[in-house]
């Protein structure tokens, strides 16, 4: 899992309230797991951490079913602001710019904690609206997706 790295890439560029979905290995490792050239506890213990990131980052899961899981990102700050000084990946500071990667290819290990009605109104002035069209977007694509898994598994 890279220490969770490319998982904090992730939540930098998810909106908050956004879904996090995944597809692959560790999910259902319990039919899949031979075919990754892997043990069934070494996939256990790998969901285990995932898991427990996510639960780190605030994120609640939303789904896992079959192939799928859905983790979500936190609507608001709320959790941040209760989590302890000590747990890990840490906030980041106020002296590091979010916006920093799209310029300078680096990753950051802290989360930028941040509520869906800053950010629709401070970066999506223009089209305020694309908040609800999203989730209307993914939520369609979601639900087609999780119906083409259940009409494969009953053929």
Not at 74 to 103: G, H, M, T
């Amino acid at each position: 899992m890279s220490g969770g790295v490319n998982l904090l890439e992730v939540d930098r560029v998810l909106r908050p309230g956004g879904f996090w979905v995944l597809s692959g290995p560790p999910v259902n490792y319990e039919v899949h797991w031979k075919g990754w050239d892997s043990t069934e506890e070494k996939q256990r213990s790998n969901l285990e951490k995932l898991q427990d990131l996510l639960h780190r980052m605030c994120y609640t899961q939303y789904a896992m079913k079959g192939d799928i899981a859905i983790w979500q990102k936190p609507v608001d700050d709320k959790c941040y602001n209760n989590r302890q000084e000590d747990i890990i990946p840490p906030l980041c500071d106020d002296s590091i710019d979010p916006d920093a990667a799209w310029y300078v290819m680096q990753f950051v290990s802290c989360m930028f904690p941040e509520d869906c009605a800053s950010l629709c109104l401070m970066n999506v002035t223009l089209v305020p609206h694309i908040c609800d069209t999203f989730n209307e977007w993914l939520t369609y694509i979601i639900g087609m997706f999780l119906c083409v898994l259940a009409s494969q598994k009953q053929a």
